[in-house]
């Protein structure tokens, strides 16, 4: 009540006369006044801060603009700039550096979507337009031919001509012949949150989204995904059984890799997950499986994902950034590691077609084929029909730094968060609660009781004033704290 009062935000129509000038000023000073200032190096609570200049610039130019990004003739320059983003990402993420060049396109398609949650949802709501179709649920063109189609053994151009024959029209709902089986998403214990409330929007039943334990630093348990994938194909041995209906099947078609965990920062192994999401595939076709089995691995980097632009071995093998191309798509948050302002979201699918396919509704006074430019639309690719020049952001910060500054600026942040691990080191009060990852710092505070609770447990070894900075510390230990003196902890 007393900041409502103070800054004045509630609205009233006493008067129909306009404020005067300098008094709305004052309103607008008074919103800064009592927002957080979210840009002070004290501003710990959150994965962004400090607002990069150069964004900013950008976004007050494409905010004067006030325009759309569906169509190229509503908005041809953001067109273009968000297509050259999301080809340049594309090429970054999945092409090797060999076919890194202006020859090259990326084939794919990307979008810059309304934060990461939209993107989890979007990739999750393609993967299974995907399935269905390849398996005949969904309507087709005539010209696919076989609905039994293996992507991982198509060369480049068969696999073109595959997603080029994928439509959607009006028809589709009464052309469907069966129903399809309960498909089966899977997600680590350290996945966004917004994966369960996508499974939600999408209508899964909440058992079937199902979540994997990790290992202590956050990492994905992949001999328990794999032991999960083995026990839904254990109840696809009886598909073709006449007493067994489809719709009681359970169908793996979407794992979701966490890029950069909240809480722990952890990095899943890509590789590894995508290899038993193949295994499982090829497997159903030594089987002659009556079905196309397809799994859609997405690499969810919303915080993780902007070690995309660093140029270090070591981070980009902590991170498993070169891991990504081996996935079907990909998202970071330029608004969080890299300064952008909210929102900045990109999402990219290797895929051609991928997102046409699953969102695009046609509709004639928007996305007419005929029209100049139609062939650069990005509306239809997207389940919102207005879109805001988000690209721009992105843009500015790459053509001002370059791939070099952006890149230098993760590594920097990588830099700093050792020098931190380095301080907790010499301070006999801390102590790491998991390893620390490149952008992630788990540790606890333990006041003198809590300390010396700790060590007549003998969960911290007993220690004098000399040991500080010696190399045998035991803040290089990581501790599970017991949950009474965790409570008190939480009080302290």
Same mark, same amino acid.
């Given at each position: 009540?007393?900041?409502?009062?103070?800054?004045?935000?509630?609205?009233?129509?006493?008067?129909?006369?306009?404020?005067?000038?300098?008094?709305?000023?004052?309103?607008?000073?008074?919103?800064?006044?009592?927002?957080?200032?979210?840009?002070?190096?004290?501003?710990?609570?959150?994965?962004?801060?400090?607002?990069?200049?150069?964004?900013?610039?950008?976004?007050?130019?494409?905010?004067?603009?006030?325009?759309?990004?569906?169509?190229?003739?509503?908005?041809?320059?953001?067109?273009?700039?968000?297509?050259?983003?999301?080809?340049?990402?594309?090429?970054?993420?999945?092409?090797?550096?060999?076919?890194?060049?202006?020859?090259?396109?990326?084939?794919?398609?990307?979008?810059?979507?309304?934060?990461?949650?939209?993107?989890?949802?979007?990739?999750?709501?393609?993967?299974?337009?995907?399935?269905?179709?390849?398996?005949?649920?969904?309507?087709?063109?005539?010209?696919?031919?076989?609905?039994?189609?293996?992507?991982?053994?198509?060369?480049?151009?068969?696999?073109?001509?595959?997603?080029?024959?994928?439509?959607?029209?009006?028809?589709?709902?009464?052309?469907?012949?069966?129903?399809?089986?309960?498909?089966?998403?899977?997600?680590?214990?350290?996945?966004?949150?917004?994966?369960?409330?996508?499974? !939600?929007? &999408?209508?899964?039943?909440?058992?079937?989204?199902?979540? /994997?334990?990790? *290992?202590? #630093? =956050?990492?994905?348990?992949?001999?328990?995904?794999?032991?999960?994938?083995?026990?839904?194909?254990?109840?696809?041995?009886?598909?073709?059984?006449?007493?067994?209906?489809?719709?009681?099947?359970?169908?793996?078609?979407?794992?979701?890799?966490?890029?950069?965990?909240?809480?722990?920062?952890?990095?899943?192994?890509?590789?590894?997950?995508?290899?038993?999401?193949?295994?499982?595939?090829? !497997?159903? &076709?030594?089987?002659?499986?009556?079905?196309?089995?397809? /799994?859609?691995? *997405?690499? #969810? =980097?919303?915080?993780?994902?902007?070690?995309?632009?660093?140029?270090?071995?070591?981070?980009?093998?902590?991170?498993?950034?070169?891991?990504?191309?081996?996935?079907?798509?990909?998202?970071?948050?330029?608004?969080?590691?890299?300064?952008?302002?909210?929102?900045?979201?990109?999402?990219?699918?290797?895929?051609?077609?991928?997102?046409?396919?699953?969102?695009?509704?046609?509709?004639?006074?928007?996305?007419?084929?005929?029209?100049?430019?139609?062939?650069?639309?990005?509306?239809?690719?997207?389940?919102?029909?207005?879109?805001?020049?988000?690209?721009?952001?992105?843009?500015?910060?790459?053509?001002?730094?370059?791939?070099?500054?952006?890149?230098?600026?993760?590594?920097?942040?990588?830099?700093?968060?050792?020098?931190?691990?380095?301080?907790?080191?010499?301070?006999?009060?801390?102590?790491?609660?998991?390893?620390?990852?490149?952008?992630?710092?788990?540790?606890?505070?333990?006041?003198?009781?809590?300390?010396?609770?700790?060590?007549?447990?003998?969960?911290?070894?007993?220690?004098?004033?000399?040991?500080?900075?010696?190399?045998?510390?035991?803040?290089?230990?990581?501790?599970?704290?017991?949950?009474?003196?965790?409570?008190?902890?939480?009080?302290?």
């Amino acid at each position: 009540d007393s900041l409502q009062k103070r800054s004045t935000s509630q609205i009233r129509d006493e008067t129909t006369n306009n404020m005067r000038p300098e008094s709305f000023i004052d309103l607008l000073s008074l919103i800064q006044k009592y927002s957080v200032n979210t840009s002070h190096p004290y501003f710990f609570n959150q994965l962004f801060g400090s607002l990069d200049p150069i964004a900013l610039a950008a976004e007050i130019v494409a905010l004067s603009v006030n325009t759309s990004v569906y169509t190229y003739e509503t908005a041809p320059v953001f067109t273009l700039l968000e297509r050259e983003v999301m080809n340049q990402i594309g090429k970054l993420v999945f092409m090797d550096d060999d076919r890194d060049g202006d020859c090259n396109r990326f084939e794919g398609e990307g979008l810059m979507i309304p934060g990461g949650s939209l993107a989890n949802l979007t990739a999750m709501h393609a993967a299974r337009h995907r399935w269905k179709v390849m398996n005949g649920f969904n309507n087709y063109s005539a010209d696919r031919g076989n609905s039994k189609v293996d992507f991982d053994v198509l060369d480049s151009e068969e696999e073109k001509k595959f997603e080029d024959s994928f439509c959607v029209t009006e028809n589709t709902v009464q052309q469907l012949k069966k129903l399809p089986p309960r498909l089966v998403a899977f997600v680590s214990s350290e996945a966004h949150y917004s994966f369960s409330k996508s499974a !939600r929007v &999408l209508g899964m039943n909440d058992e079937d989204l199902i979540v /994997i334990p990790t *290992h202590p #630093d =956050g990492r994905m348990d992949v001999n328990m995904l794999e032991k999960n994938i083995a026990m839904l194909e254990d109840e696809q041995d009886g598909y073709g059984d006449s007493n067994q209906s489809i719709e009681t099947k359970r169908v793996p078609f979407f794992v979701a890799c966490t890029a950069g965990s909240t809480v722990r920062g952890s990095f899943d192994e890509i590789a590894e997950i995508v290899k038993v999401c193949r295994d499982y595939e090829s !497997r159903g &076709l030594k089987s002659g499986c009556q079905y196309d089995r397809s /799994i859609w691995v *997405h690499v #969810d =980097g919303a915080w993780g994902g902007s070690a995309i632009f660093s140029s270090r071995p070591e981070v980009r093998s902590d991170t498993h950034m070169d891991e990504i191309k081996l996935a079907d798509s990909f998202t970071f948050n330029p608004h969080k590691m890299l300064g952008a302002p909210q929102q900045t979201t990109a999402f990219i699918v290797r895929h051609r077609n991928a997102l046409r396919n699953a969102n695009a509704a046609g509709a004639k006074y928007l996305f007419d084929p005929r029209k100049n430019g139609a062939e650069y639309d990005l509306g239809d690719l997207s389940y919102t029909c207005g879109r805001r020049t988000d690209a721009v952001k992105l843009w500015a910060m790459w053509k001002y730094y370059g791939r070099l500054g952006l890149g230098a600026r993760v590594d920097q942040k990588v830099d700093e968060l050792q020098l931190f691990v380095d301080e907790l080191n010499r301070r006999q009060s801390f102590c790491l609660a998991c390893k620390p990852w490149p952008f992630n710092v788990n540790f606890f505070y333990f006041p003198p009781r809590i300390r010396d609770k700790l060590m007549e447990r003998g969960l911290i070894p007993f220690h004098d004033n000399n040991r500080i900075g010696n190399e045998e510390n035991w803040v290089h230990r990581f501790i599970e704290v017991p949950e009474d003196i965790a409570q008190e902890l939480a009080e302290v």
